[in-house]
Each structure stands twice: as structure tokens, then as C-alpha cells.
């Protein structure tokens, strides 16, 4: 039987449009000729028979056995056939032999099939971490899978009777094209693999049959049955109250593979075709939309969550949205229109009308982008390119044996991010990992004076008299003009108005402060004070801010806020930041004792416990260290460049740290029995939560003087009560 070997790279291949995606003009056979190069085989695969269709598309599938997570049997007949962890597919749950069958749900003429593995021949066996996560160091796209070495074809007309019609024992994985020596007449085809790659489970990531149906055969649909159809027009944008137009409904959304091109200069513009888009929920991510749409189930019931692929969050996606800019909405001469996003993940690349305005990264980031010289004169047309984290991780779906992991100690390289949506103990991974636009997205129009976001900081100086608030406003503001501007800022709210003007120069920026000294308005009499839940009334006051320029209004922004005063009181200790060290002095009746030693409960860190110094002193002679430069000993060392005997040798710079455990102590020999009634410690930043002073007279039995205590409860105050 003749085959093809597909040995060109997965990036080759896609480029080459050479996917055989179900629905795009799936090949029937490449002819047997001499080795043809990648672009060969693509303007192959486009020129032959548009009648040969893949008869196995969406159709029943069983197999052999299935591993638990998101790799079910029907992800290898679902149209997304690509290699690598881009496609979606069936992983097998056991050894050799494992076997896969599609049931084409009617008699057909079979030409060919093409079989497409995650993993091909050259792809080392993927080795799992040591310790208790073997995904610990992945980043997401790793094979975890074989290929078969050694399969063979069967057909059947009626599922129990099969004929042998392919077999081979040089498959060499990724996209093999294997065409039959003559066309036969099946329902079921079949493909058993007696041998794989390596010891990692076998993945089918396209199980496609080529021919045609020879009766008519019921319907049959999946989660990436997008149809043909372009989504509905757009509703008509709106100017909101506050001047703004949200672009929140109306958007269309595509994978990069299906989107024709991943060109935002061509998709920008009214000539990119969208039939087979499907309605995007904005502001919402791609699992959201694709739910909403019917095509995946909702994932937190039952174990819907492994009929998702993993490969959601291995594309890029594609946000769409043609509109008319709204009756009244302000884009004249002079005026600068922002396209604004307050919140994408993980990246995105963003078009309009053909240009290129700007990226965005991480899903707390937010970004303005001054459109104005890309607006047309009629229909605009915007579109996004959004990415998934770059390093989703591969987590392990808790399973039969109830196991679960944070998928991989890589996912911090893309920090900040939402951690765990990558998989942890307590939920299983989320499919797009949270991908999309999820936040709201709108245009502005301002003058050249461009206002920021504010910061209101209130102060209650009369507490536990609460009649009095203190209140500072801090606005930024900068010129998006190239002059040099004299502007007017004023912020308002309750009554209270203040006002000033500052110069900003073009391109510049700066922050104005409106404090109670220079604005003694800001000293609020008997003020509405927000409560937390069950404490009060939550007031809220709106503030309004305003930028002016030559008397004109450049910008107006709104934003609610509460009057109150937040205190946290800190456990007893406290490390300086600056210098990673915190002073802690303990005293306790006078002793006898030629020993001292401290011994350490639970850790306050991941670290150990660790001293820059350790003094002994008795406060009748103060100035006096009976520990300075004597013998210290202790439980452990984290390196030997930390040993006891730097706590004792007056170098602030040197240090003891111990292992990372609890329980550990350091003790020191004092030479003789001395008198003293004090201890001095100053902690590095890896201190003891609890710890005893202890004395002894032959090192070998200790009394206990004092225990000591620095984990005590952080303590929230609001407005003076503690929370």
C-alpha cells in the first residue's frame, strides 16, 4: 500500500496552509509521485477534487481506552487536526495495542485517510518532574504523547466483520496521507496502533476519512461547527452619560487558524470576510462566548470540563467589531478620541481601520490608545488579536485517584496573571486560561488635556471623634498636544469644590494635589463615612474632576468613591524593609547561668530562622555584651557561609540562618556562670514566630526563663473600629 510521510515542521506546514482542517477543501489523496517539497504538497492539497470531504467529521467515535482529562474521543474527529499541543485530540489510557473507530453513520466510498498525531517520530519522551508534581518545570508546550511506529487500517460494513486494508510498521507520526490502493465501501474504519514511539500514551489529534457517502446520513455537528454564516450586523453604538461610547455588543470572534489570515491590517478593514465567526460576549473571555454559543457545555458541571480543550489557551483569538461613530460624539478639529481597554489577557495586538494603535500585556493592565488619525470618515472597523499566557502549563486534571496540581512553577514568568487558572489542588485548570477582551471598552474624546485616574486619601485626625475628615485629592493630568498648555483642573464632590491651574508642557504630564493646607474646603465637616458590612452605611460621594483649556472643557471624568481611614496594626515585630533587620529586646527576671540559648518554634517565613545578632546583657552594667566573641552553637546552618558564630562576633553584616525548618536553636557559651536579666536580637527578615528563652549551667539541662510571641493577630482598624 502506498503512503506519504509529512516530514516538514509544524511551522512549514501551517504556513503552508497544509492543515486539512475538516470543511476547508480536505485533499482525497496526494498523488504517487517523487517527494514533493511543502509548498508542493499545499498547492496540492488545494487543487484536488473539492468532492472529497472528511466523512469522519463530527461523526460517533469509541476507542480503546481514553486517559482522564481533557482528550476524549471525539476531539480526534472535531476539525482542529494540527500536531503539537495546537490541536486537540484523543490520548489513549494504556499500553499497546490501542485502537480507535469512527462510525461514518452510513455506507461509504473510502479513498483515503489521514491520520494526524500530537507527537511525531524525532519528539523525545517526555519525562516527568521528580517529587510529588511531575509537572512542576512544564510550560504547556511540551509533547507529552507518542505516535504510532507500527498501526494498521480496518474497515467493516457492518462492525463486526473487519478487513485488513492498510498497515505499516514505519509510521513516523505527525500528518500521514495515506491513500488506499483501491476505493472501498465501509461504515466503520478503524486504525489499531501496536506500537509506539516511547512510553508516553498514544495521541490521535486527527482521525479524518476521505471519499464519498454513498446514502444519505443523519446530521452531524461539534463544539467547532462554527457554520458559514456571517454574524448578525452590529447594533448601533451609544454615547453613555458620562461622554463615552461603550463597544460592548456587536463582536465577532474567530480562532487564528480559521480566520483566513492573521493579518490585523486585512481583518481591520471592511473587506475581511467573517462567515463562520461566531458572537463574542464583550466584556467576557473565549470559554464565556464559546459557552454562551452552545458550543461547549457549561465547565463547572459534572465533568464537562474534560469535553474542553486544553488547546483553547495554545491559540491566539481574533475580536472583531465594525461600527459608525455615534450621532453627537465629539471627534472634530482639536479633539483627540482614545480607545480605551480596561482589562485583556494575556496580550493583545489591536487594529483599526487597517492601523496598527497599540498592544497591551497581562490582564490588569489598561490601556488608552489615541485613534483619532485612524478614524475614517464612515464605517470603522476594529479588531484584536488576543493571546493567551505564553506559559500555560499542563495540568494534571484530578482524576480516579484524586490527585490535582498546580500545573507548573513556570507560570510565574508571566506574572501578574490569575495563577490559578492554570489548574491548582482545589480547581481544575480553566481551558482558555481566562483568555479575551474581559473587561469594558469604550471611546473618549478629550481636548489636549487629558485627565487620569484620581487618588482620594482621607484622614480622620480627631478619632475616636469621627465630625472631621481630612480629605486629599490627587489628579493626574497631561497634554497629549505638542504646546505647551496652561490647564484648569477641578474636582468636586458633596458640596465641596477646589480648583487650580498649572502649566503642562506638550507631551508631558504631571500631578496636581488639592490638599486640606492650601484648600481648607477639604476639611469636611461631619462627613458621610463609608462602613464595611454590618458596621454602617457604605456612603458613597461621586466626584467629578474636569480639565479645562482657554475656558473650554478638555475633559470630565467621574469616579465614586468612600470617606474613610484604614489602619493595620502590625504584630509586635517589625523588620525595616530598607535594611532587612528588626531590633528585639526581652527581658525577664536576673539569672545565673554560663549558657543562654534560644530556642525557635515556627517560622514566620519559607526561610529559616536567622540573626544578624544575638546579646547577652545584665542591665545593672549596661553597654556590656557577655555574648560578644564568645562560643555559639547551633541546630543548623542553611550554608557554612551563615554559621552560629556570626551572631556573636559584633559584625552587623554577618549572620546565622538556619535550615528551612521549625524548631531550630542557636545557643552560646558565655565562658562562665554570669549574671544577666536581658536579650538582644536582631532578626533578618527570616524570623521566629514563636520562640524560649532557655539557661543552663552545664549546656545539657535547660530551664525555661520566657517565652516570647511575635505572631500576634493582624489587626484591621476602620475608621477607628477594629474590624
Known sequence: MPEQHDRMSRRRFLSANATLLGGFGLVRAFPQTAPASAAERASQAQAVNSAATDLALYRPVTVSSTAYGPAPAEFAVDRLAETGVRGTGWRAGGPDPQWITVDLQGPCRVESVVLVFEATLSDPAWVPAQGGNPYASTTGWEIMSSCATAFQLDVSADGTTWSTVYQTTSGTGGVMHISLAEPVIARWVRMTATQQSNGAPLQVNGFQVYGTSEHPRPPATGWSNWGGQHPAPPPALATAPDGTVPIESGWALTLDAWAGTNDGSTLSTGSADTAGWVSATVPGTVLASLVEQGHFPDPVEGLNNLHIPEALSRHSWWYRRPFRLPPGFNSGPGRHVWLEFDGINHHAEIWL??????????????????????????????????????????????????????????????????????????????????????????????????????????????????????????????????????????????????????SVPGGGQ??????????????????????????GEPALYELVMTASVGGAESDRRTRRFGLRQVNYELPPLTIDGATDRGTQVENFPLQNARYLRIQCGQRATQWGDSMWSLSVFDTASPGTDLALGKTATASSVDNSSDEPGNAVDGNP??????????????????????????????????YALNYVIQVSNDGATWTDVKTVSNSGPLQIKVNGVPI
Do not use: C
Not at 496598527?356 to 476594529?382: I, K, M, N, Y
Not at 554577618?654 to 554570669?674: E, F, H, M, P
Open 353 to 502: 481601520n487597517g492601523t496598527s494603535v497599540g498592544e497591551l500585556t497581562h490582564p490588569f493592565a489598561r490601556g488608552a490608545f489615541d485613534v483619532t488619525s485612524a478614524l475614517t470618515g464612515g464605517e470603522q472597523v476594529l479588531a484584536v488579536r488576543i493571546s493567551p499566557m505564553p506559559h500555560p502549563g499542563s495540568p494534571g486534571d484530578k482524576g480516579p485517584s484524586g490527585v490535582s496540581f498546580l500545573n507548573s512553577s513556570q507560570v510565574s514568568l508571566d506574572f501578574p496573571s490569575y495563577i490559578s487558572v492554570s489548574g491548582w489542588d482545589w480547581m481544575p485548570a480553566v481551558r482558555d486560561r481566562v483568555s479575551g477582551i474581559w473587561n469594558h471598552v469604550r471611546l473618549r474624546s478629550t481636548g489636549p488635556a487629558v485627565l487620569g485616574d484620581p487618588r482620594v486619601d482621607t484622614s480622620l485626625p480627631k478619632l475616636p471623634d469621627t465630625s472631621l475628615a481630612e480629605v486629599t485629592v490627587v489628579v493626574p493630568v497631561r497634554n497629549a498636544g505638542a504646546a505647551t498648555q496652561a490647564v484648569t483642573v477641578s474636582a468636586a464632590f458633596g458640596g465641596v469644590q477646589v480648583s487650580t491651574t498649572v
Open 510 to 535: 504631571t500631578e496636581v494635589t488639592f490638599s486640606p493646607a492650601d484648600f481648607p474646603a477639604l476639611r469636611v465637616s461631619n462627613p458621610r463615612l463609608w462602613w464595611p458590612n454590618g458596621y
Open 653 to 686: 553584616n554577618t549572620r546565622w540562618s538556619s535550615a528551612y525548618k521549625d524548631n531550630q536553636w542557636i545557643q552560646v557559651d558565655l565562658g562562665s556562670v554570669v549574671a544577666f536579666d536581658q536579650v538582644e536580637i536582631v532578626w533578618e527578615q527570616a
